[in-house]
């Protein structure tokens, strides 16, 4: 991945980066309610969602507001391509917005080309990995969190262990 980045274009990353950022957190805020209300009616039936649509997310205005900031990330990203944070929450809007689960590993994996010492990332891969069952993908990022002496290692590795006890 070579590029030249000019000042410029690095600033403007930067602007772009922050302005993605805090919609989205101004998104999260507006649905975190409706998400713990779906969650505590989740638990308290002791099933998850059955599809993805079962539990709506995002509404039709939120998801206008979120491929806004996603098309920000990839601005970004086209500015300045050196930004590990920026893979990290696009892959999340490319899940989030699309289901988009490839896209979304797929910028989890260039977020740690970029800062392989990233506990963070590590664990939001590892976390897709036990969803999706692929133990082996879960077991590799696991070591890495055990070897960053991550604080997300011990409960990684508890849920890491309940996955492989379910087979």
């Given at each position: ?81 050196y930004n590990p944070d920026a893979y990290v929450l696009l892959g999340n809007a490319c899940q989030e917005i699309d289901g988009d689960l490839p896209s979304m590993m ?62």
């Amino acid at each position: 991945m070579e590029t030249n980045v000019t000042p410029f274009e690095a600033r403007e990353a930067i602007r772009l980066y922050r302005d993605a950022i805090n919609e989205i957190r101004l998104l999260r805020r507006t649905a975190f309610p409706r998400w713990s209300d779906g969650m505590t009616a989740w638990f308290a039936d002791e099933r998850p969602p059955e599809e993805r649509d079962e539990f709506l997310i995002y509404d039709e205005n939120e998801l206008t507001i979120y491929r806004a900031a996603r098309d920000k990330l990839r601005e970004t990203l086209r500015l300045n391509p050196y930004n590990p944070d920026a893979y990290v929450l696009l892959g999340n809007a490319c899940q989030e917005i699309d289901g988009d689960l490839p896209s979304m590993m797929s910028h989890y994996n260039t977020a740690i080309e970029l800062d392989p010492d990233n506990h963070e990332f590590y664990n939001c891969r590892m976390a897709q990995h036990l969803e999706n069952e692929d133990l082996e993908a879960a077991m590799t990022d696991l070591e890495h969190l055990e070897r960053l002496q991550s604080d997300y290692a011990a409960s990684k590795r508890e849920h890491f262990e309940n996955a492989k006890n379910r087979g």
